[in-house]
């Protein structure tokens, strides 16, 4: 996972399956779908609501939890819950 201190996002690596979509979203975030047309990995970047942004610019950091579902084009959803911890610098 990288952390983008300057904007508050994340950026971390999900692996897929195979052909279909990813999404990410959860309290806090703001919501991503990506598609895939291979298997492998795919970089998804989770951004701060303004809410959240708010907080970051106050504190610094905020804690965040992020569904990563993925859509396969023939088969059955399956999603996975990560958590991340948001930095932002202060300055």
């Known amino acids: 996972m990288r952390l983008n201190r300057k904007t508050g ?14 999404a990410v979203s959860g309290a806090g975030v703001k919501p ?3 598609a ?7 970089a998804l970047t989770v951004r701060p ?14 804690r965040v939890a992020v ?10 959803v399956s999603d996975r819950v990560v958590n991340l911890k948001l930095r932002e610098s202060t300055r």
Request: hydrophobic content about 40%.
């Open 9 to 22: 996002s994340a950026t971390f690596t999900a692996v897929a399956p195979g052909p279909g979509q990813l």
């Open 32 to 34: 991503l779908r990506k």
């Open 36 to 42: 895939v047309t291979a298997a492998g990995p795919v």
């Open 49 to 62: 609501t303004a809410k959240t942004a708010g907080k970051l610019k106050a504190t610094g950091t905020a």
């Open 67 to 76: 569904r990563v579902t993925f859509t396969p084009t023939a088969s059955k």
